[in-house]
């Protein structure tokens, strides 16, 4: 430091040598308020105590907290108690890198890092209070502050605040962020189970996370060298199979179905290998399996099965933190509506705001699928009304887009039906009939539907962004007679498996579309020719009377013989 400019600081820019000890330690804290503003924002600030809530409780009184929650303005800075201000430096301000030696430890002279000085300006308080009053570096400090962040305003007057020490504490937060991924308890509890249980279930709300947890749940067991493999609503005793000296780990997602229970026909064979969970050969097997609570719920009242009955191997994925949901929601902007209208008014909404409305949840979906649906159109779902009746909003915006672009309904209505476009393949014909669509408009206009659409993680496709969504289009369009033909004759037939079910039928949920008179003889021709009857082996459809005679009339008593 030049012997010059450090004299200008002290003396011309603070007459430094005219002012009192406590008044230049006062002056040093000070500046750890300045550089908290720097750092740290305040709706940044504001979601601190939800993070860290645990530690917070633990080591700072309820009033020091206070200041901070009311926290409204730059002034508000002031009010902050310094061992707050300081620890939210240390555990909050990521840019702003540890000593040397770590917080909490005097750093070395050549350390003239930011982190080292405002250790130093902590470590120099609190020695004052103890009764010290030399201090080798406070000049030095004082000039790196001053050359770093300025003057202290002329307005606020410094004060001898007391001699009440500035604590150092490590802040642990209730849950992180790794690879984008909130590491929620119930992610953590499935990964601990699994070290204990060979078979683990995860079971919750659509939308409540557990496609998310198998992809961490698969990326975990990678990073130690197992294999690990896919299935979607179907596993099999085939499945089990390991062989020697090999480590596999079965990821399960949608258990028996992605909307409603499916796979009829294969019932007997998924029972069969929950029921005998042994591996086949001699390597190491771990399988974690994904099913929806109402499926979840409709297979114990009808078919008792014994596997999902264990409860030391069934994770809820049910409850959320305030921190998880606060990490997730912060994650879900980032590519939500605030990312494409930067003048949105609900960019820098408080989190508190939103707890209300997820408050309200009635557990039709999973608050993370709610909070996804605040993030890509909080102009309907910051209303509290509007979680009571999640599928009918949505159906008003698919209505708003046909209406405004029906060539964008049409693209959206597409991907739905198909299930993933994959980019550059040709369209199949019958899309030509949604107002004449083909791959170029698709992929010029997809840009418009990001809020619906997400693109696959290898980059060649485009699927709808949440199986609720397909659902609430489905079913807008099933309950419109220009669509409803449309939709029985060409929707990938999974779906229709799975959504469609009688009027008498004792396994509806809320993600079910009733069949209408009209929609049987539609349903019956598109089975008989597309020779879909498999589908058909117990399905709730079948209790129609009217249904099973028809298609047991347009069948083959052959193929009749297979499903009956």
């Given at each position: 430091m030049e012997p010059f400019h450090?004299?200008?600081?002290?003396?011309?820019?603070?007459?430094?040598?005219?002012?009192?000890?406590?008044?230049?330690l006062t002056a040093l804290k000070y500046y750890l308020v300045v550089i908290l503003k720097h750092f740290s924002g305040i709706e940044e600030l504001k979601e601190v105590p939800i993070i860290f809530k645990t530690s917070f409780l633990l080591h700072f009184k309820e009033s020091v907290l206070e200041n901070l929650n009311k926290l409204n303005s730059w002034d508000d800075y002031q009010k902050l108690d310094l061992s707050l201000v300081y620890n939210l430096l240390r555990n909050v301000c990521k840019h702003i890198a540890p000593p040397n030696r770590g917080w909490?430890?005097?750093?070395?002279?050549d350390d003239v890092s930011l982190g080292a000085d405002i250790e130093r300006i902590r470590l120099m308080w609190n020695n004052y209070c103890d009764g010290a009053t030399e201090f080798v570096y406070m000049n030095d400090v004082f000039v790196r502050m001053f050359d770093e962040f300025g003057t202290i305003s002329k307005e606020v007057e410094i004060q001898d605040s007391g001699s009440e020490k500035i604590s150092s504490v490590e802040l642990k937060p209730e849950c992180v962020v790794i690879d984008k991924v909130v590491i929620t308890k119930a992610i953590k509890l499935v990964?601990?189970?699994?070290?204990?249980?060979?078979?683990?279930?995860?079971?919750g709300a659509i939308g409540s996370g557990k496609s998310t947890c198998l992809k961490n749940v698969d990326e975990h067991y990678r990073r130690n060298q197992w294999e690990v493999k896919w299935k979607e609503e179907i596993v099999t005793l085939r499945d089990l199979y390991v062989q020697e000296n090999k480590k596999l780990l079965l990821c399960c997602d949608n258990l028996f179905g992605v909307y409603n229970r499916g796979k009829f026909a294969s019932t007997s064979e998924i029972i069969e290998a929950l029921e005998n969970q042994k591996k086949e050969g001699?390597?190491?097997?771990?399988?974690?399996?994904?099913?929806?609570?109402?499926?979840?719920?409709?297979?114990?009242?009808?078919l008792n099965i014994k596997a999902l009955q264990n409860k030391r191997v069934v994770v809820d994925f049910n409850e959320f933190?305030?921190?998880?949901?606060?990490?997730?929601?912060?994650?879900?902007?980032?590519?939500?509506?605030?990312?494409?209208?930067?003048?949105?008014p609900f960019r820098d909404v408080d989190f508190r705001s939103i707890q209300g409305t997820l408050k309200g949840?009635?557990?039709?979906?999973?608050?993370?699928?709610?909070?996804l649906l605040y993030s890509n159109f909080h102009d309907i779902y910051n209303k509290s009304e509007a979680t009571q009746n999640l599928v009918s909003e949505l159906c008003s915006l698919f209505q708003i887009l046909l209406d405004e672009s029906p060539e964008l309904f049409h693209i959206l209505l597409y991907i739905m039906m198909i299930g993933t476009h994959k980019l550059k393949n040709k369209l199949p014909d019958w899309a030509f009939e949604l107002e004449g669509i083909n791959n170029e408009k698709v992929e010029q206009n997809v840009c418009h539907l990001d809020a619906f659409l997400v693109g696959r993680?290898?980059?060649?496709?485009?699927?709808?962004?949440?199986?609720?969504?397909?659902?609430?289009?489905?079913?807008?369009?099933?309950?419109?007679?220009?669509?409803?033909?449309?939709?029985l004759q060409h929707c990938q037939f999974s779906m229709i498996e799975e959504i469609m079910r009688p009027v008498s039928s004792l396994t509806q949920s809320d993600f079910c579309v009733i069949m209408k008179d009209e929609m049987i003889p539609i349903l019956v021709s598109r089975i008989v020719g597309e020779n879909l009857h498999m589908f058909m082996k117990s399905h709730p459809l079948m209790e129609n009377l009217e249904f099973k005679a028809l298609l047991k009339n347009k069948s083959s008593p052959d193929v009749w013989k297979t499903i009956v």
């Open positions: 450090r004299f200008q600081v002290l003396n011309e820019q603070f007459s430094w040598d005219n002012q009192d000890l406590s008044w230049k909490g430890y005097d750093p070395p002279t990964l601990d189970s699994l070290k204990k249980e060979t078979f683990v279930i995860v079971k001699n390597g190491e097997l771990k399988v974690v399996l994904a099913i929806h609570d109402h499926v979840y719920d409709e297979l114990q009242n009808s933190s305030d921190a998880e949901m606060l990490l997730i929601l912060n994650d879900q902007k980032k590519r939500g509506h605030c990312t494409r209208d930067r003048r949105c949840n009635p557990g039709q979906i999973g608050d993370p699928l709610l909070t993680i290898d980059g060649q496709g485009l699927q709808m962004k949440h199986d609720f969504f397909s659902f609430a289009l489905f079913k807008f369009c099933a309950d419109r007679t220009k669509y409803r033909r449309f939709l």
